[in-house]
C-alpha cells in the first residue's frame, strides 16, 4: 500500500444540531450541493473525526467548537437517491458510516486550544476561516494529535448517543 492509498483521517464539520442527530442517528455523512466536490476527497475506509461547530447547538457565546467523535467511512461518497434536507439545504451526496466511538454531550476536544500546534492551519489567527466546509483532510500528525487527545473522553456509541437525540434537547 503506498501514502496516497492509505486511509486519510477527515474532520467531519457539523454546525446544526439536527443534522448532526441525522448523522449520529443514521451513521450516515451528508454533504450539500454545493459542497459535493470537496466530499469526493473522502475514501471508503477513511477515518471520520466528528466536529461540532460553535454555532452547532444554537448558543455560540456557550458552546465551544469540539471534536466529539470518531468513525470510518464504510462507503463511498456518491449521489443520493433521495436528497436529505434541514430546513432550506439540500443535501444531495452521501457516504455510511461506522461510529466507533462519541464523547458526552458538551463535552469533546476543543479544537481551538490545539490551533497552533495544528498544521492544517497555517495561520493561527485565522483557522476558523478553513473550517467553513463540510470537511477538512487532516495531515497525519494532526491526526494523531486531536485522536490522542480524542481517545480518552470516547465512549461506547451505544451508551451516548440518545444524549444527543434533538427529542433530549
Not at 465551544?64 to 433521495?82: K, M, P
Not at 434541514?86 to 458510516?97: D, H, I, K, V
Not at 464523547?103 to 497552533?116: A, S
Request: charged fraction near 25%; aromatic fraction near 8%; hydrophobic fraction near 35%.
Amino acid at each position: 500500500m503506498t501514502a496516497s492509498d492509505a486511509p486519510a483521517t477527515h474532520l467531519i464539520i457539523i454546525s446544526d444540531r439536527e443534522p448532526l442527530a441525522w448523522v449520529l442517528e443514521y451513521q450516515r455523512m451528508a454533504f450539500p450541493a454545493g459542497r459535493a466536490q470537496q466530499s469526493l476527497s473522502l475514501k471508503k475506509g477513511d477515518e471520520a473525526l466528528l466536529y461540532t461547530t460553535r454555532g452547532c447547538f444554537g448558543n455560540p457565546t456557550r458552546d465551544l467548537g469540539r471534536v466529539i467523535g470518531q468513525a470510518t467511512l464504510t462507503s463511498e461518497v456518491s449521489t443520493l437517491d433521495q436528497p436529505v434536507s434541514f430546513g432550506e439545504r439540500r443535501f444531495t451526496e452521501g457516504c455510511r458510516l461506522r461510529i466507533h466511538g462519541l464523547v458526552p454531550f458538551r463535552d469533546g476536544v476543543v479544537l481551538r486550544d490545539l490551533v497552533n500546534d495544528l498544521e492544517v492551519f497555517p495561520d493561527p489567527r485565522t483557522w476558523s476561516v478553513r473550517m467553513r466546509r463540510a470537511s477538512l483532510k487532516l495531515p497525519e500528525r494532526d491526526a494523531a494529535l486531536i485522536k490522542r487527545e480524542l481517545q480518552p473522553l470516547l465512549k461506547p456509541y451505544g451508551s451516548v448517543v440518545g444524549d444527543y437525540s434533538l427529542k433530549r434537547r
